[in-house]
C-alpha cells in the first residue's frame, strides 16, 4: 500500500484546489455539478495524482525510500505555496501573459481619415497699402481611407480665396479672382501592389509633372508655385481628370531607384488647352540616387502634349519640365541641420498666333521658357531659412519676362502648426516696373494628413 503521507498530500491538494476555486464539497444531503472548465482542472488533478502515484511506487519497488520522500515533499511544497498565493499552482500548459481580444465589429474602423489644413495670412503691398490686409486663403479637408488591402480613396476638399498672390504679367491678373466656394482638387481610387511594380490611378488628381506640383499649396516652402509655373499652369497644380499608371522599375538596386508614369486625362487645364477640350498625355521618368549615407539626389523629366484652339488659330501644344533636387541630412542630427536645393527648367511649345492692338495676326516665336531655384536651410530644430529665384518668358509675348526673389525665415512651433515671414519682390524687368510683397504666412494642420510633401 501506499504511505500514509502521500496519500494525505493527495487529499490535501484536491481540498485545495477546491477551497481556491470555490467548489462545494459534495455531501449526502447536498450536490453541486461543476462548471466544464472546474471539471476539466479537476481531471488534469486527478492525471497528476496518478503520476505522482505511479512515481512512488517505481521508487518504493527499487527501495528508493529516500527519494520517494522527497516526491512528497514536492508535492506538499507546491501545494503551501499556491495556498500563500490565495490560487492554483500555474498551469505549465497554460501561456505566462494572456490577452483576451473581443472578436465584436468595430464601425469606427470603417471611417476615413479626416483631416482639415489651414492656411491664413497678413500681408502689405507696398505699391498698392489699399489691399485686404488679412486672408483667410485656403481650407482644405481631406477624407482619406484604406477601402480593403488592394485600394484606397482620397478626396481633397478645397476653399480657396484669392488674396496676395503672385502675378506675373499684368494680363494674369483676371485669374486672381477666385469664386470662394469649395471644390474637389482631388478625388481618386488608387491600386497599389499590383504585380510587376504597378500602381494605378483613376479620378481627378494632381499629375505627375515633375515633384512640386503634387504638394498641395500648404506644403510648399514658398507662398506660391513657381514663376514658370504661374505663367504657363495657373496658379493652380495642373489637376486634371484620367487615369494615371506608375511603375517602380525593377533595377537599379544599390545605385539607383527609377520610376516611371504614363496618365492619360482629360484636358480641363485652360491656361495650357483653353476650352477645347479633348485628351492630353503626360509622360513622366525620375530617378533616385544615394550619393552617400548624409546626401541624395534626384532628377526627373516630364512632358504633357494637348491641343489648343481660338479665334487666331489652333497648334498642338507640349509642355517639358526638367526637375532636380538635392539634399543634405547629417545622420544623427537631421533634425537640426540640413540643406535642400531644387531647381528646373520649363519649356512650352507651340503658341498660337497673336494679334497685337489690332493688327493682323502674326506668329510668334515657338517656344517660352521658364528658369526657377529654391533652397532652404535647416538652422535648428525649428528655423529654417530659404530663398528662391525665378524667370519666366510671357506665353502671350515671349519677348516680356518677369523674374521672382524671395527671402524667408520659417519657424516650426510643431508638426501642426508652422510660421514663415516671406517678402516677394517681383520685376518686369531688372530696371523698372517692381512690386514688393511682405507677408506672414500661418498653416496649420487638423488630424493625420499633415503639410505632406510626396
Request: cysteine-free.
Given at each position: 500500500m501506499y504511505p500514509r503521507a502521500f496519500v494525505r498530500a493527495c487529499r490535501g491538494a484536491c481540498l485545495l484546489f477546491a477551497v481556491c476555486f470555490g467548489v462545494a464539497v459534495p455531501t449526502a444531503t447536498a450536490a453541486q455539478t461543476p462548471a466544464d472548465s472546474v471539471r476539466a482542472e479537476l481531471r488534469r488533478l486527478a492525471a497528476l495524482v496518478d503520476s505522482l502515484r505511479a512515481e512512488v511506487e517505481r521508487l518504493q519497488s527499487q527501495g528508493r525510500e529516500e527519494e520517494a520522500g522527497d516526491a512528497l515533499a514536492d508535492l506538499r511544497a507546491a501545494a503551501a505555496a499556491a495556498a500563500a498565493a490565495g490560487g492554483p499552482p500555474p498551469s505549465q500548459d497554460a501561456p505566462e501573459d494572456t490577452e483576451f481580444v473581443g472578436r465584436q465589429r468595430s464601425l469606427q474602423a470603417l471611417n476615413p481619415e479626416?483631416?482639415?489644413?489651414?492656411?491664413?495670412?497678413g500681408h502689405v503691398n507696398v505699391d498698392d497699402t489699399g489691399e485686404d490686409p488679412f486672408v483667410a486663403r485656403e481650407f482644405e479637408l481631406s477624407l482619406v481611407s484604406n477601402l480593403d488591402p488592394y485600394s484606397r480613396a482620397k478626396v481633397f476638399i478645397s476653399r480657396h480665396v484669392g488674396g496676395a498672390e503672385v502675378v506675373p504679367f499684368v494680363h494674369d491678373e483676371e485669374h486672381d479672382e477666385h469664386g470662394g466656394g469649395f471644390s474637389v482638387e482631388e478625388g481618386y481610387i488608387e491600386w497599389v501592389g499590383l504585380p510587376g511594380g504597378l500602381?494605378?490611378?483613376?479620378?481627378?488628381?494632381?499629375?505627375q509633372f515633375?515633384?512640386?506640383n503634387r504638394w498641395h499649396?500648404?506644403?510648399l516652402?514658398?507662398?506660391?508655385?513657381s514663376l514658370p509655373h504661374l505663367a504657363f499652369i495657373g496658379e493652380d497644380p495642373l489637376s486634371q481628370t484620367g487615369a494615371s499608371l506608375h511603375w517602380l522599375a525593377p533595377i537599379g538596386g544599390s545605385s539607383g531607384t527609377y520610376e516611371a508614369t504614363v496618365e492619360v486625362t482629360r484636358r480641363e487645364n485652360e491656361s495650357l488647352f483653353g476650352e477645347t477640350g479633348g485628351v492630353a498625355v503626360l509622360g513622366h521618368v525620375n530617378g533616385f540616387w544615394e550619393l552617400s549615407e548624409s546626401t541624395d539626389f534626384d532628377l526627373g523629366v516630364s512632358w504633357i502634349r494637348g491641343g489648343i484652339e481660338s479665334d487666331l488659330g489652333s497648334a498642338d501644344r507640349t509642355l517639358v519640365g526638367v526637375e532636380g533636387a538635392f539634399h543634405w541630412r547629417p545622420p544623427g542630427r537631421s533634425r537640426y541641420?540640413?540643406?535642400?536645393?531644387r531647381g528646373g527648367v520649363m519649356i512650352l511649345d507651340g503658341l498660337l498666333p497673336h494679334d497685337d492692338e489690332g493688327e493682323a495676326a502674326h506668329e510668334l516665336a515657338s517656344r517660352a521658357t521658364g528658369l526657377w531655384s529654391l533652397a532652404e536651410m535647416r538652422l535648428s530644430q525649428s528655423w529654417l531659412a530659404g530663398a528662391r529665384f525665378d524667370?519666366?518668358?510671357n506665353p502671350e509675348d515671349p519677348d516680356e519676362t518677369a523674374w521672382l526673389f524671395s527671402p524667408t525665415l520659417s519657424w516650426w512651433q510643431s508638426e501642426f502648426v508652422r510660421v514663415r515671414a516671406e517678402y516677394d519682390l517681383l520685376g518686369r524687368s531688372f530696371l523698372t516696373d517692381r512690386e514688393g510683397r511682405f507677408l506672414l504666412q500661418v498653416t496649420f494642420a487638423m488630424g493625420p494628413h499633415k503639410h505632406e510633401t510626396y
Open positions: 479626416i483631416s482639415l489644413n489651414a492656411d491664413v495670412l500602381g494605378l490611378k483613376l479620378g481627378r488628381f494632381f499629375q515633375g515633384q512640386l499649396s500648404h506644403a516652402p514658398f507662398q506660391s508655385r541641420r540640413g540643406l535642400m536645393v524667370r519666366t518668358e
